[in-house]
C-alpha cells in the first residue's frame, strides 16, 4: 500500500533550523500534489507548503522566506527546509499528497484537506525562544 512516513523533526532553540523529510512508497511523487501541514499546541490543521507536478511551490504568509520545500523523485522524497524557526513554527508537521484533478488544479496553500487523500503520522518539532 501507500504510505507517507515523516522524519527529522525535533528540538532546537529559535534561530535554528531543521529540515523534515517525507519518504513515499507506493507511488511516484512526480505524478502528485505535494503538501505540508502543521498543527500547533490546540490548533488546527494549517497548511503551510505546497509542490505541484511542475514544480511549482506556495507558501503560507508565516513561513514565506523562512521555509523552503523541494523534491528529489529519484529517492521519492519531499522536503520542508525550515530555518529561522520561531518558537511559533513548534507544532506536529504533517505531509501529506494526491494525484486527484481536484488536488492538482487547487494545489496551493489554503487548498481543502479533503483533496490529498495520503498522510503521514506527522514528526514534531519544538522550537524554545
Same mark, same amino acid.
Given at each position: 500500500?501507500?504510505?507517507?512516513? #515523516?522524519?527529522?523533526?525535533?528540538?532546537?532553540?529559535?534561530?535554528?533550523?531543521?529540515?523534515?523529510?517525507?519518504? =513515499?512508497?507506493?507511488?511516484? %511523487?512526480?505524478?502528485?500534489?505535494?503538501?505540508?501541514?502543521?498543527?500547533?499546541?490546540?490548533?488546527?490543521? #494549517?497548511? =503551510?507548503?505546497?509542490?505541484?507536478?511542475?514544480?511549482?511551490? &506556495?507558501?503560507?504568509?508565516?513561513?514565506?522566506?523562512? /521555509? &523552503?520545500?523541494?523534491?528529489?523523485?529519484?529517492?521519492?522524497?519531499?522536503?520542508?527546509?525550515?530555518?529561522?524557526?520561531?518558537?511559533?513554527?513548534?507544532?506536529?508537521? /504533517?505531509?501529506?499528497?494526491?494525484?486527484?484533478?481536484?488536488?492538482?488544479?487547487?494545489?496551493?496553500?489554503?487548498?481543502?484537506? %479533503?483533496?490529498?487523500?495520503?498522510?503521514?503520522?506527522? &514528526?514534531?518539532?519544538?522550537?524554545?525562544?
Amino acid at each position: 500500500g501507500s504510505q507517507l512516513v #515523516e522524519s527529522g523533526g525535533g528540538s532546537v532553540q529559535a534561530g535554528g533550523s531543521l529540515r523534515l523529510s517525507c519518504a =513515499i512508497s507506493g507511488f511516484p %511523487i512526480k505524478n502528485y500534489c505535494l503538501a505540508w501541514f502543521r498543527v500547533g499546541p490546540g490548533q488546527e490543521h #494549517e497548511g =503551510i507548503a505546497t509542490m505541484d507536478t511542475d514544480g511549482t511551490t &506556495t507558501y503560507a504568509h508565516s513561513v514565506k522566506g523562512r /521555509f &523552503t520545500v523541494s523534491k528529489d523523485s529519484a529517492k521519492n522524497t519531499f522536503y520542508l527546509q525550515m530555518d529561522s524557526l520561531k518558537a511559533q513554527d513548534s507544532g506536529k508537521y /504533517f505531509c501529506a499528497a494526491d494525484s486527484g484533478p481536484r488536488a492538482l488544479a487547487q494545489c496551493v496553500v489554503g487548498m481543502s484537506e %479533503i483533496l490529498l487523500a495520503y498522510w503521514g503520522l506527522g &514528526t514534531q518539532v519544538t522550537v524554545s525562544s
